[in-house]
């Protein structure tokens, strides 16, 4: 489990991570959410000890990174997508970075197939492309086998294959019992990746909720209506505490009433329907409006005990 207490870090007068508390579970793929700058990539510098908070701490299994003996063990991470500058290959790059830490050969290549680079395992790293980095970061990152795993961005700059390969690979990491966490600024991508969403919005937490809960709560869920009868209908829906708006098509969009009570209302009050749809807003718009909140109100967002 990774745990961050209250974790605070300042750049001169910038504050990039402020009072941020939260737990990553074993078990589940956590995203990491925030527009860019929000201080993701420094919480997770925290995490893994390679930069120090001035206030609050961050800890891996109840340790803190630089106290960890064998951190390779309890932890693998992945920083910024970045190809390999090394001559080396990739077997003889994994080598090197196992033999430090105690690994064998034999894990150098168990992890090699794992991330898909056994054919190219012999080649020098540093032509590799992108996605070929990537994995190799990614094989690095498991070599110790560890509990827990961090990834900045992981999917930044990857083809589609890539991208499905590597959300499929946290999905069964974390079915393996690790605590998986992973950032990126894209909804829509965490949305079908992660089990459990921490939002951060100018280094401050916005929400820390299930992902089902994020979508359920941030999605405002409106009914369209095409009706004949759009004035009778209108009045009516408001009677009952709908709030109505007219669209520009001429129609009427409907919040607080949904679609089968709205039916029911029309066919109490003979009036006729001729296409009744519910709505959901887009996800990413919810994310941006979330962010923006949090800086501007800082209010009215989903939290791990409901709403903030
Ligand atoms: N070494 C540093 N010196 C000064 N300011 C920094 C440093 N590192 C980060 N910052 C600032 O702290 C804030 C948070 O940056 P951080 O890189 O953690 O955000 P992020 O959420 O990872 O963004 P991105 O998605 O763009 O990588 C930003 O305003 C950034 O400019």
Known sequence: MIEAKNLTKRYGDKTAVNGLSFTVEPGRVTGFLGPNGAGKSTTMRLLLGLDRPDGGEATVNGVRYSDLPQPMRVVGALLEARAVHTGRSAYDHLLCLAQTQGFGKRRVEEVIDQVGLTPVARKRAGGFSLGMGQRLGIAAALLGDPAALVLDEPVNGLDPEGILWIRNLMKSLAAEGRAVFVSSHLMNEMA????????????????????????????????????????RLSALLRSHGGTVTDTEEGDLDVVGIEAPRIAELAAGGGLVLHELSTRRGSLEEAFMELTKDAVEYDAGVPTAGGVK
């Open 192 to 231: 079908v990746t992660a089990d459990h969403l921490i939002v951060i919005g100018r280094g401050r937490l916005v929400a820390d909720c299930s992902t089902q809960e994020f979508i359920e709560r941030s999605t405002e869920q409106s009914v369209l209506i095409k009706t004949p009868d759009r004035e």
